[in-house]
């Protein structure tokens, strides 16, 4: 065992300090890595893609030491490790600067910077060498105005992430992790960051780098990895050469074959269901309108944060907009309301299942009827025999595995939990279904079941809105789809007339118009 | 559909796990059962209480003298840990229920002692100190579901308030009520139990019919369990927590004019530190202080626990510091034992 490690270790190119190779994690219900292989070399940065779910977090956290991979190897420098906990990773020098920025508001630069590792003697913290070797390495990275001393929430969010570098620094890390770092900066200061980067590289350090942003991966990456479902699809692609349009591609094509059902056309005199009219949320999109007959699919396609996402919440009430109305069978829907949207027969089965969608800890079918009290229950008194009723009909009807109502929602795996919320949906009766991303973190097998479920709810006349990361879902599913680009709808149209590439190309022209 | 047999196998091993699992402890995952193995723990410890009782103080403790004297000490906070159990499931915390106590004793005692109130029914001495805490609790409800305060600070700021104002309304005195009616209400017997200990048992019932039986206890499980989930099912969930503070306040409004007809006298200091031995029986009753899952029986029996034991100390004549330590190990262990077997009950769910 050992040796082989070593023969690989030497077959390696003598520039990679960093190779992942077959990296596998299990969790409850969803393989989150599925085999993922990364090589990273000194001085570079390497530039992590995909989707949301693609596996990108948890493989900074597999790296980071805060997940145990169940399989695979990690090599750094030639040697196999094992990172058992964050600690051993920073001992590693490896060095994570998480999405959220993990500093302490209330402490000063120097604190934040040996936070964890303070310098002390005796128990007492030496606070003069602290500030001394900080402002070492605030210059180092050429930020010699920031004071040790400064209050750290007082600093705009550059100035926080040069703070978090520090302390990557101070560890004397040799490998940099940085999950989507640009997110909180401007232009101005995404610059300043590239600035440290591109030092930081010189001095032989390398960097992991995940952005969802393509043109800054252009401008800043060496090579790049590309994850789909929890595996590596590409790697040690050029960063400055390879077309968007493949990395795209690479990102969002799928890499199974799954059954979607043909469905006859929706006929010209079904009536309207859902009546969107230039709903505006100031910051996410603008002037958005589409018609929903009974029936028919529409989807949403677009890249993350296009704006795809919040037009589904604010159809159903759970973001206020601006400007706009949104009507069902022609009777306007109460904006800024959840309650009055469920009551006018909108259903939505949100992007995040575990924080948006379910009750955990309560059993599946307390989740099923926790929107329909007004069917199951007798005034203010449940019924629950009416309600397992209810619950088992579903079960039986969208084949819930294991075929159990009295299993915590926890329990399920992802294709499951989801056919629990759409359960809950088509207890409820909803004339109109928001599905947002309604297979991410779905196996193949659950997901040709939803796919049917979805062409069933339509053939029973119900209007749904598809959203999806995965163009050809969106296209495969819906009769129509809208394309939206940064807020706006850049497309309208039959989904058969539009393929791929069509939509990828709109995609483009509207980020650069 | 050869595509099925890849989604198979993770549910199958499951469910093998858990048939593993509940043949073990045998009807764990039927929720209600799983809450009757944790009130058997209670009950036990319960029994255990009443054993050194017996073993300590004999014929004392174990007559049925006693048993009112316990049931009757139990029944003013029993009655306001009803409705904290409510306010903590939903994931909140009401720590002004006790100057609530307070005020609503004092504002009804004022109103008694004047020199009309001979004049009028006994019963608008009861409703104005459940108007005085349903409306301290709507002042709560309203500041933390639509004025987004913090529950912790939202209840902070009432429980000195109306404290404040107790003492403001009695002046710093005591005021003793000598309505006759209203105290026969409160001191007699029904079928040989005080009608304190019947309020207790009525509330106590209409809270876990509430909890267990209604919509809205469904709701407040989930408004614990997922805020935003419930919200996105469509429940109202700014106006639910405001009912859940407002519910709250209306226990302590009765667990002051209980507190009133026990002891006639009306002031500013009734029901101090009431909150804190209120969520202390919640939490060793098995409800979730991060809310999600409640169990009145759960703090009925740790009101009881917490009643008994003083019972014991005090027929020892033990001193009141020596069962304030005791009563503070007691929370500890029970909160222990909870993590523990919910991080056993979470092991076996993942």
């Known amino acids: 065992m050992v040796n082989e490690d070593r023969t690989a270790a030497a077959a390696a190119p003598t520039d990679a300090i960093l190779r992942m190779r077959g990296i596998v994690k299990q969790f409850p219900g969803a393989r989150a890595l599925d085999g993922v292989d990364l090589e990273v070399r000194a001085g570079e940065v390497h530039c992590l893609l995909g989707q949301n779910g693609a596996g990108k977090s948890t493989l900074v956290k597999v790296l980071a030491g805060a997940h145990q991979p169940d399989e695979g190897e990690i090599v750094l420098d030639g040697t196999p490790v094992t990172i058992t906990h964050p600690v051993a990773g920073l001992c590693l020098g490896v060095a994570t600067m998480y999405q959220e920025l993990d500093v302490v508001d209330g402490l000063s630069v120097a604190e934040n910077v040996y936070l964890g590792h303070e310098l002390a003697s005796r128990g007492f913290t030496q606070r003069r060498a602290a500030a001394q070797r900080s402002r070492e390495l605030l210059r180092r990275l050429g930020h010699p105005e920031l004071s040790p001393h400064r209050e750290v929430g007082t600093l705009p969010a550059a100035g926080k992430q040069v703070v978090s570098m520090a302390r990557a620094l101070s560890h004397d890390a040799r490998v940099i992790v940085m999950d989507e770092p640009s997110a909180v900066l401007d232009s101005e200061e995404v610059a300043n960051l590239f600035r440290v980067v591109r030092e930081l590289t010189a001095q032989g350090v390398a960097i992991v780098y995940i952005s969802h942003r393509l043109e800054e991966i252009r401008q800043i990456g060496d090579r790049i990895t590309v994850l789909k479902d929890g595996r590596t699809v590409a790697q040690g692609l050029p960063a400055a050469t390879t077309p968007t349009a493949d990395l795209i591609r690479l990102m969002t094509g799928r890499t199974v074959e799954y059954a979607i059902p043909r469905r006859p056309p929706v006929p010209d005199d079904a009536p309207v269901v859902l009546r969107v009219e230039d709903l505006t949320v100031r910051g996410a999109f603008a002037d958005v309108s589409f018609d929903v007959r009974a029936g028919e699919v529409v989807g949403l396609a677009g890249l993350v944060g296009s704006g795809r996402s919040e037009v589904l919440e604010t159809v159903f009430g759970a973001r206020r907009p601006h400007a706009g109305r949104v009507s069902v069978d022609g009777s306007p829907v109460h904006a800024g309301s959840v309650g009055a949207a469920v009551r006018a027969g909108i259903g939505l089965c949100p992007e995040e299942r575990k924080s948006q969608g379910l009750l955990l800890d309560e059993p599946v079918y307390r989740n099923i009827t926790l929107s329909s009290f007004a069917r199951t229950a007798r005034g203010p008194f449940l019924d629950e025999a009416a309600e397992r009723r209810v619950a088992d009909e579903q079960v039986t009807a969208l084949d819930l595995r294991p075929a159990d109502p009295d299993r915590a929602a926890r329990t399920l795996s992802g294709g499951n939990q989801q056919k629990v919320l759409l359960a809950r949906w088509l207890v409820h009766g909803c004339r109109v279904l928001l599905l947002d991303e309604p297979t991410r973190g779905v196996d193949v097998g659950a997901r040709a079941e939803i796919y049917a479920l979805i062409a069933r709810l339509a053939a029973a006349g119900t209007a749904v809105v598809v959203v999806s990361s995965e163009i050809d879902e969106v296209l495969g599913l819906a009769d129509r789809v809208l394309v939206l680009s940064e807020g706006r709808v850049v497309h309208t149209g039959p989904a058969s007339e539009i393929d791929e590439h069509r939509v990828l190309d709109l995609v483009m022209e509207g980020s650069a118009a | ?350």
């Open chain 2, 1 to 350: 559909m050869s595509d099925q047999y890849l989604a198979a196998p993770v549910p199958a091993d499951e469910s093998a796990r858990v048939e593993e699992a509940s043949a073990a402890a045998p009807g764990r995952r039927n929720p209600l059962r799983g809450a009757a193995g944790r009130n058997l723990g209670l009950v036990i410890a319960l029994v255990l209480v009443c054993a050194v009782g017996v073993a300590t103080a004999g014929e004392r403790f174990a007559s049925v003298d006693n048993l009112m004297t316990i049931l009757r000490l139990a029944a003013v906070l029993g009655v306001v840990s009803v409705g904290m159990t409510f306010v903590i499931t939903a994931g909140g915390i009401d720590l002004s229920v006790g100057s609530v106590i307070g005020l609503s004793s004092v504002w009804a005692s004022t109103l008694a002692t004047q020199a009309m109130a001979q004049d009028f029914h006994w019963v608008v001495i009861v409703f104005t100190a459940l108007a005085v805490g349903l409306g301290a609790g709507l002042v709560n409800g309203v500041l933390i579901a639509y004025g987004r305060v913090v529950a912790f600070i939202a209840t902070l700021a009432m429980m000195v308030a109306a404290r404040g104002l107790a003492e403001v309304i009695a002046n710093r005195q005591t005021q003793v009520v000598r309505v006759p009616a209203f105290l026969d209400a409160f001191r007699q017997d029904v079928l040989g139990v005080p009608v304190l200990v019947w309020i207790f048992a009525v509330v106590a019932v209409v809270g876990w019919v509430l909890l267990n039986r209604t919509t809205f206890g469904r709701r407040t499980i989930a408004v614990g369990g997922n805020p935003e989930a419930a919200r996105l099912a469509g429940i109202n969930v700014k106006r639910h927590t405001m009912y859940l503070y407002a519910l709250s306040g209306l226990t302590a409004g009765i667990g002051g004019v209980m507190f009133l007809g026990r002891t006639t006298a009306g002031s500013s200091t009734n029901g101090l530190y009431y909150e804190l031995d209120a969520i202390a029986a919640v939490v060793v009753g098995g409800t979730l202080l991060a809310g999600g899952r409640g169990s009145i029986v759960g703090t009925v029996l740790g009101v009881l626990i917490f009643t008994t034991l003083t019972n014991v100390f005090t027929q020892n004549n033990l001193s009141i510091s020596a069962q304030a330590i005791f009563r503070g190990v007691i929370i500890v262990a029970a909160v222990l034992l909870q993590q523990r077997l919910a991080e056993r009950s979470r092991s076996r769910a993942t």
